[in-house]
């Protein structure tokens, strides 16, 4: 079944194994997404942190280098909700850190990338970009816009965290669901950050939703080998996707910081924490994480956080301290390999194939 | 690899399949753990909740209906630190609870279960029972205690949910690690119920534990098929641990207020809790796991906590009110099956080595 099911996405994603590389907003690259396609798995591209044009420039890039099959990947929360109060109380907080670093803290703080349900330049951009897929993360854009796509011949994805989520997407006219564990690293896709979360580990998610949905699932979320993809082909999924295992890649954006803390014991600790971006996110466990830990006011929203957090951590980086950075990564960290994203993919196919 | 770690372990624990029936203290029986032993997984005991003497009748009943291998599973928690004020104004806190249910509540708690680290008589009886294997739960045993079931050729295995608690396992002579992964029901196995946790996914603690140790690893945590089992497999593992599927099985002494909600849609909820115990759990979403989620104080030490629990559960039960019960289980409660423990093993053998 796992071998038919896996046939099917396969064909529907235009790939010759069954490996997604995550999109990772800020991290992946044209590069990245290129060497992957071109190595037969599903290359991904995050343009949450992009305008418009910026996601039309990356196609561009990804295209001089592949003639495969790209995935773009948008941000579909809620508009982020101004609350000044709230931004000058989270500031407040947040000086001791900046403090620390020799900095001054920020006056304010904006919503420093916009929403896709709010972006009707990058929807535009990217229906006449016709890429092979795009995924849907934090929820799902207008039901015109799905279909729109739909009607291009694009394969949407959407990452779902539980049932409830999955369902929704299907219903809603999704054609794969990218079943996010609570292992992932980033941030999580869960729908309402402020509603209940099952934390769902990879695996169960994973079964789960094999047994009970009728569109292919790929699993994510703590894998890191072919022995791993593997296993996620047995409980159902079509495809795994691997995020963590591509950040230390020649061909990614992670600063040098980010890659000291991922091949180093630092690995070994990962926290949930909503304090840097404003929305669950898997990190290293870091000096933010740490701050995060004694947090108890709430964190303004998503992105507006984030817009916090960025100011701290190029602060931090000029006087050498790495330990503000946004430096994702899922719990199986410690497996990362220093590879191209290519012999990566290579290892994966080799590890996926042995029997 | 999978399949020569498979085999060895298997000769080691004297099975023919890579299927262990969890030991869930208070649930499985001795009829259970026989009809698993004979349909050639290996059957568990768990006497945490026992006395020796207990203990020993287990094992009689046991030996009347298999020959097979048994699984005799202790908890070796450091034993509880009584604390009367804590204690006290844990039963206050309790108080709007058991009067919802009409009952007083009780004017102190108690140890109801001595940690086998502390309990000469149950080491003696283990001892001279011989079971094939016994597992140690929350901790390790002194070093003389393991010293000496290995002299009698008892196979030894301990739950880590880390790195470290499996190192430490296996440099105190243990022999067969149970990865247990945060999915898992029931009482989590962390070694320090105070310290950090990692919050590590079945899956992912599997595979690092594999690449990790050089001894083979028993995987636990949200398994309910024999699709999960084989994942597991592919992971590295010598074998699967299944509890919640083994739950509602005949021979469960699971309550009818707790199959009724395993079989019903709050099998979808599951909730991590030290409420009921004083050590985490994860429970289906009841009455009980809600108001822990109200708790901010500092619950009484396992097991005294535990006593507080049970007596408000029986109460509860009296006036036909199930929502209290320590119902633990899985992130894979949607998944559980109404069989036999034999026919629920064969089902996982025939799933196992389908295609």
């Given at each position: 079944?796992?071998?038919?099911?896996?046939?099917?996405?396969?064909?529907?994603?235009?790939?010759?194994?069954?490996?997604?590389?995550?999109?990772?907003?800020?991290?992946?690259?044209?590069?990245?997404?290129?060497?992957?396609?071109?190595?037969?798995?599903?290359?991904?591209?995050?343009?949450?942190a992009?305008?418009?044009?910026?996601?039309?420039?990356?196609?561009?890039?990804?295209?001089?280098?592949?003639?495969?099959?790209?995935?773009?990947?948008?941000?579909?929360?809620?508009?982020?909700?101004?609350?000044?109060?709230?931004?000058?109380?989270?500031?407040?907080?947040?000086?001791?850190?900046?403090?620390?670093?020799?900095?001054?803290?920020p006056?304010?703080?904006?919503?420093?990338?916009?929403?896709?349900?709010?972006?009707?330049?990058?929807?535009a951009?990217?229906l006449?970009?016709?890429?092979?897929?795009?995924?849907?993360?934090?929820?799902?854009?207008?039901?015109?816009?799905?279909?729109?796509?739909?009607?291009t011949?694009?394969?949407?994805l959407?990452?779902a965290t539980?049932?409830?989520?999955?369902?929704?997407?299907?219903n809603?006219?999704?054609?794969?669901?990218?079943?996010?564990?609570?292992?992932?690293g980033?941030?999580?896709?869960?729908?309402?950050?402020?509603?209940?979360d099952?934390?769902?580990?990879?695996?169960?998610?994973?079964?789960?939703?094999?047994?009970?949905?009728?569109?292919?699932?790929?699993?994510?979320g703590?894998i890191?080998?072919?022995?791993?993809v593997?296993?996620?082909?047995?409980?159902?999924?079509?495809?795994a996707q691997?995020?963590?295992?591509?950040?230390?890649?020649?061909?990614?954006?992670?600063?040098?910081?980010?890659?000291?803390?991922?091949?180093?014991?630092?690995?070994n600790?990962?926290?949930?924490?909503?304090v840097?971006?404003?929305?669950?996110?898997?990190?290293?466990?870091n000096?933010?994480?740490?701050?995060?830990?004694?947090?108890?006011?709430?964190?303004p929203?998503?992105?507006i956080?984030y817009?916090?957090?960025?100011?701290?951590?190029?602060?931090?980086?000029?006087?050498?301290?790495?330990?503000?950075?946004?430096?994702w990564?899922?719990?199986?960290?410690p497996?990362?390999?220093?590879?191209?994203?290519?012999?990566?993919?290579?290892?994966?196919?080799?590890?996926?194939?042995?029997?």
């Amino acid at each position: 079944m796992a071998t038919l099911e896996s046939r099917h996405l396969l064909d529907l994603l235009g790939i010759e194994w069954p490996i997604v590389q995550a999109p990772m907003a800020g991290i992946s690259t044209p590069q990245m997404a290129a060497a992957v396609a071109n190595a037969g798995g599903l290359g991904s591209i995050g343009v949450g942190a992009m305008t418009a044009g910026a996601a039309a420039e990356a196609v561009r890039e990804f295209r001089e280098r592949s003639q495969g099959p790209l995935n773009i990947n948008v941000f579909c929360h809620r508009p982020a909700a101004k609350d000044g109060e709230r931004e000058a109380a989270w500031l407040e907080a947040l000086r001791p850190q900046f403090e620390s670093v020799g900095a001054d803290v920020p006056v304010s703080l904006r919503e420093i990338y916009r929403s896709f349900v709010a972006d009707e330049a990058m929807f535009a951009t990217l229906l006449a970009a016709r890429p092979r897929v795009v995924s849907f993360h934090f929820g799902l854009p207008p039901a015109a816009w799905i279909r729109a796509f739909r009607a291009t011949g694009t394969v949407l994805l959407a990452t779902a965290t539980n049932l409830a989520e999955a369902t929704a997407s299907v219903n809603a006219g999704v054609q794969v669901i990218v079943a996010q564990g609570y292992e992932a690293g980033g941030h999580r896709g869960i729908f309402d950050p402020d509603g209940p979360d099952e934390r769902l580990g990879t695996a169960t998610l994973t079964r789960l939703l094999a047994r009970r949905l009728h569109v292919p699932v790929i699993a994510a979320g703590g894998i890191m080998d072919g022995q791993g993809v593997s296993a996620a082909l047995r409980l159902g999924a079509g495809a795994a996707q691997l995020g963590t295992a591509f950040v230390g890649t020649e061909e990614s954006a992670a600063d040098d910081g980010y890659r000291t803390a991922l091949f180093s014991e630092e690995a070994n600790h990962t926290v949930m924490t909503r304090v840097i971006s404003g929305r669950p996110a898997r990190c290293l466990a870091n000096r933010f994480t740490a701050f995060g830990a004694t947090v108890t006011r709430h964190v303004p929203s998503y992105p507006i956080a984030y817009d916090a957090a960025k100011s701290l951590h190029a602060a931090a980086k000029t006087v050498g301290e790495r330990g503000y950075g946004a430096q994702w990564a899922g719990q199986g960290a410690p497996l990362a390999r220093r590879l191209s994203a290519a012999a990566l993919v290579a290892a994966l196919v080799a590890e996926l194939n042995a029997p």
